[in-house]
């Protein structure tokens, strides 16, 4: 008989041979078919041209534009551009470098944005609805995001 593998997450998860172990009122239950700890997710695919919306609601900034996206397994690499309606000083023209990693359906990358300097960008991968769905933060500068691919 082969012993099973137990091991803990620091969010409070156990998992015994690759089933989710749960107490309920004192009893164990396990959860078959999730992931070992420590199990690597593959990364979503994000390579391919996106529709971009960046919104700053506080100062009544909202970018739309581009980003083309090259992913060689978890890196991805390219380029965008946003601009806001009426295109004030306060909501300058965003173009730069895209560069950063896909983790499952995270997503995270730096903008090099010009202006208003790398704007760090993290997101969720919906593949089924072609999407991802985030925040975005560049110094005290932040907002949301939003991205919908391009056929």
Known sequence: MTPLKCS?????RLTVGGALLILVFGH????PGTRPAGAQEEPAFVEGSWAVVID??????????????????????GSGWAHSKGRSTRCPELRGKVEGTVSGP??????????IGTARFEGFVNAEKGTIRGDWASGRRSGNWSAKRER
Do not use: D, P, Y
């Open 8 to 12: 803990a997450s620091g969010r409070g």
């Open 106 to 115: 995270l997503v995270r990358f730096g903008f090099a944005t010009g202006r």
């Open 28 to 31: 164990a239950l396990l959860l």
């Open 56 to 77: 700053r609601a506080r100062r009544g900034c909202v970018w739309r534009g581009r980003i083309r996206l090259v992913q060689r397994g978890t890196r991805v690499v």
